[in-house]
């Protein structure tokens, strides 16, 4: 604080009640572009301190330290505007001042600087919070001049060209490096930094659009399976999830069990098999590990008397645990 008094970065009010404001300029000066990018730690937790102050409604800040940064995370300049996530790391730690558990909401990811912005709280404070990015698969043109940059670095990490693909990147660096700077810190093995990406699609049930008289005798194998063909098991589970309300940041575990393959969510608290041909035996084996919820595929029994025997398969070895199928 007193290096940036110094540089006169600090304006004092004329109502000496008030507190300083940092002064911002439309073009920065370099001595304000070196405090910003050479701040000591001592410096760093003086700004830590203000940042617990009541804050104004807006302020100004040059954005070059921001795209210094990410360009130098992401090897390339692809934003041009990035947030500066020190920043909204401040203003989140902030307004969750009283709950480090808090869920924060950004619509429009973009740089994903949200997302950074979360881990860095949760560092300072070893708080848990989480956050919901949104973004578009929106394309960027190798042929347009402000998104050649961006289109190359989807070309570089081989993928598809789009802003979605720099966001979810932005997350996967930004956390690996929060974790190496920081890799002396205390409980630095606690800070999550992982992330699940979910995308919106179509139902995962076949569409019906015949009336029961208008059905012909030939349509009908066409029906045993109401499951869409090209669905995967975590397709299908998730649905079952959002069906179910369960949070769908829990963990999930695969294993195989008599051959069949088992997706476990938050341990026992959901089990899910949705291969084909399941058999009595499978049945026992995933009923002694008392699963809360167990669900399966309509049309993956072996046969009907598999169907009609589990409800009673799981009353005699897990009682409590409830049967869904899709």
């Known amino acids: 604080m007193k290096q940036q008094i110094k540089l006169g970065l600090v304006g004092f009010r004329d109502d000496h009640s008030?507190?300083?404001?940092?002064?911002?300029?439309?073009r920065p000066i370099p001595a304000e572009i070196a405090a910003e990018v050479d701040m000591d730690e001592t410096e760093e937790s003086e700004d830590e301190q203000l940042a617990t102050q009541v804050r104004g409604t807006y302020f100004y800040k040059q954005s070059q330290v921001a795209v210094k940064f990410l360009r130098g995370l992401l090897g390339e300049k692809a934003?041009?505007?990035?947030?500066?996530h020190f920043e909204l790391a401040k203003l989140i730690s902030y307004v969750t001042a009283n709950d480090s558990n808090a869920v924060v909401m950004d619509f429009f990811a973009g740089s994903a600087s949200t997302a950074h912005a979360v881990f860095e709280a949760n560092l300072s404070d070893g708080g848990s919070r989480r956050y919901v990015l949104v973004q578009i698969p929106e394309e960027v043109d190798v042929d347009k001049k402000d998104q050649k940059i961006a289109a190359k670095f989807c070309d570089d990490i081989d993928k598809p060209r789009n802003i979605a693909e720099i966001s979810k990147e932005r997350i996967r660096r930004a956390g690996q490096k929060i974790k190496q700077d920081n890799a002396n810190k205390e409980g630095i093995e606690q800070l999550d930094i992982g992330f699940r990406v979910l995308k919106i699609d179509s139902s995962n049930m076949k569409d019906v659009y015949y009336t029961p008289d208008a059905?012909?005798?030939?349509?009908?194998?066409?029906?045993?399976?109401n499951i869409r063909a090209d669905r995967s098991a975590e397709d299908l589970l998730f649905q079952v999830l959002l069906d179910l309300?369960?949070?769908?940041?829990?963990?999930?575990a695969q294993e195989t069990i008599a051959g069949f393959t088992v997706l476990f969510v938050n341990g026992n608290a959901l089990a899910a098999c949705f291969d084909a041909d399941i058999n009595e035996s499978f049945v026992k084996e995933l009923a002694a590990r008392h699963p809360l919820r167990a669900v399966f595929r309509?049309?993956?029994?072996?046969?009907?008397?598999v169907k009609i025997n589990i409800e009673q398969i799981f009353k005699l070895i897990s009682p409590t645990t409830e049967i869904k199928t899709l």
Do not use: E, M
């Open 18 to 26: 008030q507190p300083p404001f940092r002064k911002a300029h439309i």
């Open 215 to 225: 059905v012909q005798q030939g349509d009908l194998l066409d029906h045993v399976d």
């Open 245 to 252: 309300g369960v949070d769908l940041t829990l963990p999930i």
């Open 79 to 84: 934003f041009n505007n990035p947030k500066d």
């Open 298 to 305: 309509d049309a993956g029994f072996a046969n009907d008397s």
